[in-house]
T-cell receptor
Framework: DTGVSQDPRHKITKRGQNVTFRCDPISEHNRLYWYRQTLGQGPEFLTYFQNEAQLEKSRLLSDRFSAERPKGSFSTLEIQRTEQGDSAMYLC????????????????????FGSGTRLTVV | LAKTTQPISMDSYEGQEVNITCSHNNIATNDYITWYQQFPSQGPRFIIQGYKTKVTNEVASLFIPADRKSSTLSLPRVSLSDTAVYYCLVGDIDNAGNMLTFGGGTRLMVKP
């Protein structure tokens, strides 16, 4: 397992179109997170899953956004009727919870991020 | 979630030691302090984490005073490849669902 994979790396779409991104987490990680990052800003939390259950959603996640993790493995993030304001880098991260279940120990906790999908809405 | 404050940017030269300080006055008892590094067009990468005193790994050291209201990431002998954005985060390791709230980070520019 080489880390968190995201596909595609880049996506250009016309305003009003739907787009879907995929994230494959580290296989033994049970938590999966989606973040959005705009230029010059830090990543902003969107939502997260523990196994297949979506446990929390940010207010940033409008009704046009939906995320799934049907079998507790990979996840998809769909944006419907894209707007120019949706242009951003969409980052996926995974982790194990509770911490230490991968052998790191309680004091060594961190998310592993993918390289992101850069969305440009024109 | 505890709010963090760190310098917007820093400049350094190759071979120097760089110290980036983060303030987190409202840190809670269960909060750990974690630092991430991010290069352009990549996701953030975990660097180091600590709870108190000093933590050192192969990449950096993290100094945390007794009151834990601040922390300092120390990068020894930086190189050009250390040019990146560095984020300081605090959060409850046992409530990790929304733990990672990123601020604006510190943009470190290493010059030759």
């Amino acid at each position: 397992d080489t880390g968190v994979s995201q596909d595609p790396r880049h996506k250009i779409t016309k305003r009003g179109q739907n787009v879907t991104f995929r994230c494959d987490p580290i296989s033994e990680h049970n938590r999966l997170y989606w973040y959005r990052q705009t230029l010059g800003q830090g990543p902003e939390f969107l939502t997260y899953f523990q196994n297949e259950a979506q446990l929390e959603k940010s207010r940033l996640l409008s009704d046009r956004f939906s995320a799934e993790r049907p079998k507790g493995s990979f996840s998809t993030l769909e944006i419907q009727r894209t707007e120019q304001g949706d242009s951003a880098m969409y980052l996926c991260a995974s982790s194990s919870f509770p911490p230490g279940t991968t052998g790191w120990g309680r004091s060594n906790y961190g998310y592993t991020f993918g390289s992101g999908t850069r969305l440009t809405v024109v | 979630l505890a709010k963090t404050t760190q310098p917007i940017s820093m400049d350094s030269y190759e071979g120097q030691e760089v110290n980036i300080t983060c303030s987190h006055n409202n840190i809670a008892t269960n909060d750990y302090i974690t630092w991430y590094q991010q290069f352009p067009s990549q996701g953030p990468r975990f660097i180091i984490q600590g709870y108190k005193t000093k933590v050192t790994n192969e990449v950096a050291s993290l100094f945390i005073p007794a009151d834990r209201k601040s922390s300092t990431l120390s990068l020894p002998r930086v190189s050009l490849s250390d040019t990146a954005v560095y984020y300081c985060l605090v959060g409850d390791i046992d409530n990790a669902g929304n733990m990672l709230t990123f601020g604006g980070g510190t943009r470190l520019m290493v010059k030759p």
